[in-house]
């Protein structure tokens, strides 16, 4: 990738970015593209596709903060490779369906290896302690109840545990260990006098 091309990823990201902190370019996409870059060894893709992936994969952010960033993001990034960075339109069209599938939505399954490499990126930087602090942070600049946000962590945790099976990616089912930790301890913390 261009230098020229990753800066202007880049200020993509930032033109009048009002997304949650936690999904910046800098505090989440570049780490989602490192794990990208990690989880393309030894595996037989279009490494092309998945790192632009992983770099444009949130830009439906900025424009949906109600949910349905995923499929807003896959008709940003198919427009701004094309228009804006003069790629070709079979590049763009598997960079956005990538995209499209790369969130917790269990019915739309990733159609693709590359798009199960972007799914498996972007849930690492979900797990551990960084991850569930950046879950927790999100969940209160929506507005969430606690309760609500309890739902939706233990959800999210329960598919992408079932997904990194079926995906095989290891590494994530490990991660997803600490989740499940915190989930056990909070349970037992406020659901035992039930």
Request: aromatic share 8%; glycine share 6%.
């Amino acid at each position: 990738m261009e230098t020229h091309e990753f800066e202007a990823i880049k200020e993509l990201y930032n033109e009048g970015n009002d997304t949650v902190p936690a999904h910046s370019f800098d505090e989440h996409v570049l780490e989602v593209y490192e794990n990208a870059k990690e989880l393309l060894e030894g595996e037989d893709v279009d490494e092309e596709v998945v790192k632009y992936s992983a770099l444009l994969h949130d830009v439906g952010r900025k424009f949906s903060r109600e949910g349905g960033h995923a499929e807003k993001g896959a008709e940003v990034a198919e427009n701004f490779l094309i228009g804006e960075l003069e790629k070709e339109e079979e590049l763009a069209k598997k960079v956005s369906e990538c995209i499209r599938h790369h969130s917790n939505r269990p019915h739309l399954k990733p159609p693709t290896r590359e798009a199960e490499i972007l799914w498996a990126a972007d849930k690492l930087h979900a797990t551990g302690a960084t991850g569930l602090f950046r879950f927790l942070l999100t969940m209160g600049a929506k507005d969430y109840s606690t309760e609500e946000a309890f739902e939706i962590l233990r959800e999210r945790v329960s598919d992408a545990e079932e997904r990194a099976k079926e995906f095989g990616f290891e590494d994530l089912l490990s991660g997803l260990k600490s989740l499940k930790d915190f989930i056990e301890m909070y349970e037992e913390e406020n659901y035992a006098s039930n």
